[in-house]
């Protein structure tokens, strides 16, 4: 399983693999051409409330992994569908974020190689 991390304002390029965008809301001034996603999978984003709290403040970061992590835990059916994704080839996780370190697709990609997800199909 390759995963790899992208700000969805980077151009696309074929080594991409499979695009996913796991943000909630659409990134500001990304056109869904220029985009090039295969899915937008916003339900495997951060909570809106989740989202709305921890607000891309550093200093809030080990909270929010372990509170986005809690919610990964229990929302099998969207995270199955990224390891199905994953396991088929490249999967290329695009997020919005100017912060390239505190973002959810890097709690996302960690969640994924370290709790060995597997699409329910593999199991």
Avoid: C
């Amino acid at each position: 399983m390759e995963i790899k991390l992208k700000r969805i304002y980077e151009a696309a390029e074929k080594s991409d693999g499979t695009r996913v965008l796991v943000d909630r809301l659409w990134p500001r001034g990304v056109s869904k051409v220029e985009a090039q996603l295969d899915l937008w999978l916003k339900d495997v984003a951060p909570s809106s409330e989740l989202r709305k709290w921890f607000g891309h403040d550093p200093d809030r970061w080990a909270e929010f992994q372990r509170r986005y992590r809690r919610e990964l835990s229990k929302n099998h059916e969207a995270v199955e569908q990224l390891a199905a994704l994953a396991h088929k080839g490249r999967l290329t996780l695009l997020y919005g974020a100017k912060d390239e370190t505190h973002n959810e697709a890097v709690v996302l990609k960690e969640f994924m190689e370290n709790h060995a997800v597997t699409p329910a199909s593999r199991r």
